[in-house]
């Protein structure tokens, strides 16, 4: 039997306000539209797990039932039935094998916090019978790229405009997604929980950092403590990469020794109720700092600060982008620092971003670095930031940045205080 998580951190009362703003926006004067969103397919298994469509979670909180679909339809006369779920029928000889799901009742209704619910195996009447009354079809998911598949909503359209003449389709996909960039208060306390999490493994992993020591020791000691602390996974694939790997933007081997004199460079997050936190910092491995690590340091932390003011209502990535990018350019090596100054941050660790400036309730990352591969040099420090009313908060202060800070914990850990 499938249970929604007791003590889940975003009320279904938010879910259903959720999809009654989409149902709003679908609404236009020259006639509603429908909306499809889709679960996604696939299943967990022995070598994996699943997560839903992002847009699907953030809809419904439903992160167990693959192939579900959410039907939009703000003309259907009986109110209920203006947002249906649609699940896939219950099939007792798989379940046998991955779990076994209730039956269709008002137990279901209320634990999913959906007036009406129905089997897959009805959804093309209903879709079709929305269609014929709304003649508006709206695309909610994220258009594809012209080399991969089209997105689910947009295939079930094409057909039925195929066979339901004078149907009209059209691009709604900024609605969501717009939704998803503002992040509510239980959304917040969400992801400050996530961050909380990562921070007790930052904490933990100073002990671990040592020269001998393998880059996994590092990422082990880190996820542990997640674990520990209550996420029970990462937000993607932890990067403990040491001296010439810290060069490496995306190094995921985590497998070399560290060395006396080397930086190693630590990007990890946990991830709790399906939010995330996406934290670097970056460690001597001795403990100190030499010279050249201090002042390449200094430069990567003054524009990660500048680029953290910079986060304001109305700025745009771009701008943050380029406030970082101007402080390190300044002083010399912007050839050097060779990605993007961010992204958005929430139910995906590179979150949907819309076509618009920031609004207050953005959660974005600010991550300027220097990455020199012939010094063997690699430094990234990155923040979660909250964009406010009037100024910014660095929701992952609590854990040091400062090379004085750095050096103080890293001495204490080596002591065993």
Request: net charge neutral; hydrophobic share 40%.
């Amino acid at each position: 039997m499938t249970t929604m998580p007791t003590d889940a951190a975003i009320p279904l009362s938010e879910f259903a306000e959720r999809r009654a703003k989409v149902l709003a926006a679908l609404k236009d004067p020259k006639g509603d539209a429908i909306g499809l969103v889709f679960a996604g397919d696939g299943e967990a298994s022995l070598d994996h797990g699943w997560r839903p469509h992002p847009h699907f979670e953030y809809l419904t909180g439903i992160n167990d039932e693959a192939g579900a679909v959410l039907l939009l339809d703000p003309k259907n006369p009986v109110e209920s039935r203006r947002a249906i779920l649609f699940l896939r029928p219950l099939n007792p000889e798989l379940e046998k094998w991955d779990g076994f799901r209730d039956t269709i009742s008002s137990k279901l209704r209320e634990r999913y916090g959906v007036g009406t619910i129905m089997r897959t195996t009805a959804l093309a009447r209903f879709v079709t019978e929305a269609a014929k009354r709304a003649r508006r079809l709206a695309c909610l998911h994220p258009f594809s790229a012209y080399n991969a598949p089209v997105s689910p909503d947009l295939v079930i359209f094409r057909s039925i405009s195929e066979r339901i003449p004078g149907v009209a389709t059209e691009d709604r996909t900024h609605v969501i997604a717009q939704m998803r960039a503002r992040k509510s208060p239980a959304e917040v306390s969400v992801m400050r929980r996530a961050i909380e999490i990562t921070a007790r493994g930052y904490e933990a992993v100073l002990s671990a950092i040592r020269p001998g020591a393998n880059e996994f020791d590092v990422q082990e000691a880190i996820e542990h403590a997640y674990k520990t602390h209550g996420a029970r996974n990462t937000a993607y694939r932890t990067i403990a990469g040491s001296g010439f790997n810290a060069t490496v933007l995306h190094y995921h081997a985590n497998n070399q020794p560290l060395a006396d004199g080397d930086l190693i460079c630590i990007d990890s997050g946990a991830a709790y109720f399906g939010y995330s936190a996406d934290v670097t910092r970056t460690y001597p491995a001795n403990g100190k700092f030499s010279k050249r690590q201090r002042e390449l340091y200094e430069i990567v932390l003054a524009s990660e600060l500048a680029g953290i003011a910079a986060a304001k209502v109305g700025a745009t990535l771009m701008d943050v982008d380029k406030a970082c990018r101007d402080v390190i350019t300044k002083a010399g090596h912007g050839d050097w620092f060779i990605h993007g100054a961010g992204h958005h941050l929430g139910l995906e660790t590179h979150d949907i971003t819309p076509d618009e400036p920031l609004d207050v309730g953005a959660v974005i990352t600010v991550e300027p670095g220097i990455y020199i591969p012939d010094e063997k040099i690699g430094i990234r420090i990155e923040d979660d930031v909250l964009v406010g009313k009037t100024k910014p908060t660095v929701l992952s202060l609590m854990i040091p940045k400062s090379v004085t800070e750095i050096e103080k914990l890293m001495a204490s850990a080596r002591s065993g205080r």
